[in-house]
């Protein structure tokens, strides 16, 4: 079983939704970026998302596109991103690593090599923004082969008639973009999640996670009850952000003051179980 | 059955280049969908009005009504005789699509994707611009119908481009200068995916240029296509024949693909893209995603980019502001990869001199971009035979430009 089906059924033996917490890869530095990711298990993250900087990220709001662009200041290619991730596999063999990422850079680095390099790196699957099932077999073959599950889009917009189609050859868990928007823009009210997640659901039996607004430790508390996993991002982010100097550098207080985040999201969605 | 004439639209046969693209979008490896899920539903809906509109009876004569009536269709084509003459070989003739209203050959496509919006019961518009000419015509389509118009334009080109901006706010258009990444125009394509990802029930994209996510390639392309076909005809009319050559600027490259899809199956005629080399194909400073770049996906589809060797997207630069666009429609990519089209380029000073050749020779003021397909005609009308005849899109008029041109020339206005 893969380690985001593992996590899962863990998750699921103990009767509780997943914190799914996000870090754009080498922002604002390597060293700042990789505290963070090797701190995150333990302030209880249960999957981490790790975002690859792309110049162009289309479905990304403010939050993200500016962490994207100091990470590439800051030198990032791809090839770090998954050194970043062979570095973390050397203390935790357990929690499921999910790159976020644009097509480009990918297709730059070569479909098959990226594929192999990232498996053997210890990504357990991979979300590429731009790819839609419709130009899903461009990975998914290779994917598969290489042992990495591709995690699917699903948002507001896909009506239940074409969901099948973007479910087919979709593993690890379906994404719900809770909103028809950027990321880090607007938020789903509770009602709209109690309509949507059920429609994904009778679709499938994969686990869902839902992101694209999810900020608070309330919303992220909400998100599990709905579904079986909150993403956060730009809200851990824009922590982050506070913390940078005027010229982009990381303080003292940049690791910790995330990894706070991420404990006080994980109490909220622990606590949704206790009071589910 | 009536025998065709040469003029006479073709139907496209097993062989004919005028059958793209597939049902997925793709000319040859190039194009397709590749956009967020939440803009799928979208750009399917899109994809299907458009082929109701294309087989409603009604809809292409609507089309030509306003393209008659309001566009000032069909533009004349001009035998640019003073021109031929400096040169000293082929004949020159012009398509003078920068005689269209608002002085481009962008309201061909504007006013087709106008229609379809108003057909799809869209209640407001949104469009990226560069230089403005794309802004401009979109806003002049929402005033003539009356529809809100939101127009995103790189904060650089909202400075550099200020008498555009004018012109979009007169005539009704809100301008959002666009500061992400490099706040040029591909930035303001993506601001403007995702205001469309955030307003998905009531707005219709309207993209300016044969790139984008499949069907905007080939719809943009048919709606230019009116260039060529009108071409074809007068020149006709004129020589009672076809050109040797045709010649086009190339940005995103909807003037270059509007003037060569109707030739396409002509194999008599040569078919000459000319991309911007800017400061030289040999520095960074140049726009040729063709000459210079390599495959990749932006903005929805795959074509040639301009990008580093981990696939982050460069700046382009042109000193024509319309030609400055990091990638290339894909259709023109796969053209590129099958031969059928010749790509060059011309760098900003050999834009400069054809821009003044052409004003002092046949007393048209040329936009930027015409003026890089015209230096390149500069370079071979003199190796062909004075029988030859080349047609060359002069797709913009220069009156946006005499500022930058003047301060080239160092002058001050």
């Known amino acids: 079983m893969s380690r985001i089906a593992t996590r899962f059924a863990e998750l699921r033996a103990q009767g509780r939704g997943a914190l799914i917490s996000f870090l754009e890869a080498w922002d604002p530095d390597p060293a700042t970026s990789m505290e963070i990711l090797r701190g995150m298990p333990a302030a209880g993250a249960d999957l981490i998302e790790i975002g690859c900087p792309f110049t162009d990220p289309m479905a990304d709001g403010p939050t993200i596109q500016l962490a994207g662009k100091r990470a590439l200041k800051a030198g990032a290619k791809m090839v770090h991103t998954l050194a970043m991730v062979r570095e973390f596999r050397r203390g935790d063999a357990a929690t499921p690593i999910v790159l976020m990422g644009y097509l480009n850079p990918i297709l730059a680095y070569g479909v098959e090599r990226f594929c192999i390099d990232a498996a053997a790196a210890g990504v357990d699957g991979l979300i590429v923004v731009d790819l839609p099932s419709e130009e899903a077999d461009l990975m998914l073959p290779l994917m598969t082969t290489h042992g990495l599950d591709m995690i699917r889009l699903v948002a507001p917009t896909t009506d239940e008639r074409r969901l099948p189609k973007v479910l087919d050859g979709s593993s690890g868990f379906v994404y719900y973009v809770s909103i028809t928007g950027i990321t880090g823009t607007r938020t789903a009210s509770a009602e709209d999640l109690a309509d949507a997640i059920p429609k994904v659901r009778r679709a499938t039996d994969l686990p869902i996670a839902i992101g694209f607004g999810v900020r608070s430790p309330a919303q992220a508390a909400a998100a599990v009850k709905a579904a079986d996993a909150a993403v956060v991002a730009s809200a851990l982010i824009d922590t982050l952000a506070g913390t940078l100097d005027s010229d982009g550098r990381a303080g003292p207080e940049t690791v910790r003051r995330v990894l706070d985040q991420v404990r006080a999201l994980a109490d909220g969605v622990r606590q949704a179980r206790q009071a589910a | ?413």
């Not at chain 2, 793709?26 to 087989?55: C, D, H, N, S, W």
């Not at chain 2, 398509?95 to 379809?116: F, Y």
Request: charged content about 20%; aromatic content about 6%.
């Open chain 2, 1 to 413: 059955m009536d025998t065709p004439t040469p003029t006479a639209p073709v139907p496209h046969g097993a062989n004919s280049l005028r059958t793209g693209p597939d049902a997925r979008g793709k000319f040859g490896g190039f194009g397709g969908r590749f956009v967020a899920e939440t803009l799928m539903p979208l750009i399917l809906e899109v994809e299907q009005a458009y082929a109701a509109a294309k087989a409603d009876p009604a809809f292409q004569p609507e089309l030509d009504y306003y393209l008659k009536h309001y566009v000032g269709r069909p533009s004349p084509l001009w035998f640019a005789e003073r021109l031929t003459k400096a040169l000293g070989g082929a004949k020159v003739y012009f398509k003078r699509d920068e005689l269209n209203h608002t002085g481009a050959h962008k309201i061909n496509s504007c006013m087709g994707q106008i229609l379809l919006a108003r057909r799809m019961g869209k209640t407001r518009i949104i469009a990226e611009t560069g230089a403005g000419q794309h802004g401009v015509a979109t806003a002049t389509v929402c005033a003539l119908f009356g529809l809100p118009c939101t127009v995103y334009m790189g904060a650089t080109d909202v400075a550099r481009q200020a008498p555009n901006v004018f012109r979009m706010k007169l005539l009704g258009a809100e301008v959002k200068p666009v500061v992400s990444g490099a706040a040029t125009l591909k930035d303001a394509m993506n601001e403007a995916l995702r205001d469309w990802v955030a307003n998905v029930t009531d707005t219709y994209y309207l993209i300016g240029t044969v790139a984008g996510p499949h069907p905007y390639p080939m719809m943009v392309r048919d709606f230019q296509s009116v260039i060529g076909e009108e071409a074809k005809q007068q020149l006709q009319e004129a020589e009672g024949r076809l050109p040797d050559v045709a010649v086009a600027a190339i940005g995103g490259g909807s003037n270059a693909m509007g003037l060569f899809h109707p030739f396409l199956d002509d194999p008599s005629v040569r078919l000459i893209g000319v991309e911007a080399a800017g400061h030289g194909l040999d520095t960074h400073q140049h726009a040729a995603s063709l000459s210079r770049g390599r495959p990749g996906v932006l903005h929805g589809n795959r074509t040639y980019l301009l990008q580093d060797d981990d696939g982050q997207i460069e700046e382009a630069h042109s000193i024509s502001a319309g030609l400055d666009y990091p990638g290339i429609g894909p259709e023109h990519s796969w053209l590129h990869e099958i031969g059928r089209v010749e790509y060059v380029a011309a760098t900003d000073d050999e834009a400069l001199d054809a821009f003044q050749l052409c004003t002092r020779t046949e007393g048209i003021i040329p936009a930027l971009e015409p003026a890089h397909a015209l230096a390149h005609v500069k370079k071979i009308a003199p190796t062909m035979g004075a029988d030859d005849i080349i047609l060359m899109n002069l797709c913009g008029r220069g009156d946006k430009d005499i500022f930058t041109v003047a301060e080239h020339l160092g002058v001050k206005l």
